[in-house]
């Protein structure tokens, strides 16, 4: 069975920095495009990053690009969402999701980032 | 990037067949075939329902069926059941090579 679990959340000050993590089991993460979508509370999903399998190349939403940086690990199977010059609007639940081609199919459980002074 | 617009809520009662449509652009759900959607039950992960537009994930009801008619998509859920009360999101890949969901959608089961 395929798992995604997602870690790194968090309370942290407007303008700090966090960094997400999503391990992966049952699946080798290096064969697939993978994603981060977030939800804010109360709210709908939003498509946030992509990369692709080797980790060469990504992109983002653009309300974060210059600030989130996606990146991946395939040795440890896991993948990375470093999150920089936090705003109150980027207070959500991030989820990790793998691309089963052109849809999320899983999806992990998700991990709450609070920017909050 | 502007979200794929769904209505706020859908009500129907057990049994019943219900429709939630899915508006974008030609950029969006007009040009692709990749229309997915998603189904959550508070407090959890999405769970995908339809990819392609009208294709079934193993394990998912045959309740569940996607249509798609120039740049709107349609998600009908028929033999409504109580169980399937749930928040629903359309999604679609665009030309920007992002994707993009829907606002989402409230069913209630009466």
């Known amino acids: 069975e395929v798992q995604l679990v997602e870690s790194g959340g968090g309370l942290v000050q407007p303008g700090g920095s966090l960094r997400l993590s999503c391990e992966a089991s049952?699946?080798?993460?290096?064969?697939?495009?993978m994603h981060w979508v977030r939800q804010a509370p109360g709210k709908g999903l939003v498509w946030v990053s992509r990369?692709?399998?080797?980790?060469?190349?990504?992109s983002n939403a653009d309300s974060v690009k210059g600030r989130f940086t996606m990146s991946r690990d395939n040795a440890k199977n896991t993948l990375y969402l470093q999150m920089n010059s936090l705003r109150a609007e980027d207070t959500a639940v991030y989820y990790c999701?793998?691309?089963?081609?052109?849809?999320?199919?899983?999806w992990g459980q998700g991990t709450l980032v609070t920017v909050s002074s | 990037q502007s979200a794929l617009t769904q209505p706020a809520s859908v009500t129907g009662s057990p049994g019943q067949s219900i429709t939630i449509s899915c508006t974008g652009t030609?950029?969006?759900?007009?040009?692709?075939?990749?229309v997915s959607w998603y189904q959550q039950h508070p407090g959890k992960a999405p769970r995908l329902m339809i990819y392609?537009?009208?294709n079934r994930p193993s394990g998912v009801s045959n309740r569940f069926s996607g249509s798609k008619s120039g740049n709107t998509a349609s998600l009908t859920i028929s033999g409504l059941q109580a169980e399937d009360e749930a928040d629903y999101f359309c999604?679609?890949?665009?030309?920007?090579?992002?994707?993009?969901f829907g606002t989402g959608t409230k069913v209630t089961v009466l």
């Open positions: 392609d537009v009208t």
């Open positions: 999604s679609s890949y665009e030309s920007r090579g992002a994707h993009v």
């Open positions: 030609s950029s969006d759900v007009g040009g692709y075939n990749y």
């Open positions: 990369i692709n399998g080797d980790g060469s190349y990504s």
């Open positions: 049952g699946l080798g993460l290096s064969n697939y495009w």
């Open positions: 999701a793998r691309d089963a081609g052109w849809r999320f199919d899983p």
